[in-house]
């Protein structure tokens, strides 16, 4: 059985220079293969808004949504770092809201830490729910419950302009006592030089290669979400096609009587053919 990695465990990674492979994941099978694939974090993203719920945003994400999600994770990974991301409006309105839905995640699925996103105007939200007690990664750049006010689901820090508010961002997450910080869709120039700017390790989605590892959301590196793939995912399988031709395969065969065969079936017990036949006799 493989020891999880806890906080010491990444710090020591990021000065080592080894990277970590982390993913997203919301059921159970998908979290038992990453565990048995040797990943060293998981997040049940809100991205399940999309990836698995078929809405068009995370927005309609509720708690129950994601502390749902996260329990499914927890029992498919049980030896895995895993990160309850925080959905829209479970943070926003007071710090009293931040605690109470970080602690459910730790106290109803066993979460190891959250993500939430934003830098400097969410800062006192992250001080809060690390004085309680919770470990808590940031999330700059591309942030999706907020991609509205972003001009949509695009780059950040691609100017100048841009790119200094993100630094500024990032030293705020880190000063308020984030253990980590998540990098999305920012250029590899800016990811390298927070990188090195900050203490605590850095992860990329989209960011680049220079940084202390990588995130993915499963559903796009299998090819089971088909609306789009954004420009920075790798396919490493399409999962969709071998899905769609099972299927038909399947419907073909129940439309041509093929399926169920005489192997998919379970015959009456041997030697008691004729108790079965007398017994159907009683009804007619």
Excluded at 84 to 98: C, I, T
Excluded at 185 to 207: H, M, Q, R
Excluded at 269 to 275: R, S, T, V
Aim: net charge negative; charged share 25%; glycine share 10%.
């Amino acid at each position: 059985m493989t020891k999880k990695k806890g906080r010491l465990e990444f710090i020591q990674m990021k000065q080592a220079g080894e990277r970590a492979a982390w993913i997203t994941a919301y059921d159970f099978p998908t979290a038992s293969f990453a565990e048995g694939a040797g990943m060293d974090m998981i997040l049940v993203g809100d991205s399940l808004g999309m990836v698995v719920l078929g809405y068009e945003g995370t927005v309609p994400v509720t708690m129950d949504d994601c502390i749902r999600h996260s329990q499914a994770v927890r029992r498919g990974a049980p030896n895995t770092f895993c990160i309850g991301d925080m959905p829209f409006l479970s943070y926003q309105v007071s710090d009293e809201d931040a605690v109470r839905n970080a602690g459910r995640f730790l106290k109803e699925a066993d979460m190891d830490a959250v993500k939430l996103e934003g830098g400097r105007r969410v800062a006192g939200r992250i001080r809060a729910i690390t004085d309680a007690g919770i470990q808590v990664m940031g999330h700059i750049g591309l942030t999706p419950q907020s991609s509205g006010q972003l001009g949509g689901f695009k780059a950040q820090g691609r100017d100048p302009d841009s790119a200094r508010e993100l630094i500024k961002d990032a030293l705020a997450v880190q000063e308020a006592g984030a253990y980590a910080l998540l990098l999305e869709a920012v250029p590899p120039e800016l990811t390298e030089y927070i990188w090195k700017k900050l203490e605590i390790p850095v992860y990329s989605i989209g960011a680049g290669a220079p940084c202390d590892g990588q995130l993915i959301i499963c559903g796009d590196m299998l090819g089971l979400f088909q609306a789009f793939t954004p420009k920075f995912v790798k396919k490493y399988a399409n999962v969709a096609e071998v899905e769609i031709a099972a299927f038909k395969e399947y419907v073909s065969d129940v439309k041509q009587g093929v399926f169920p065969a005489d192997e998919h079936v379970y015959h009456i017990l041997k030697g008691k053919e004729e108790d079965f036949a007398k017994m159907l006799k009683e009804f007619e």
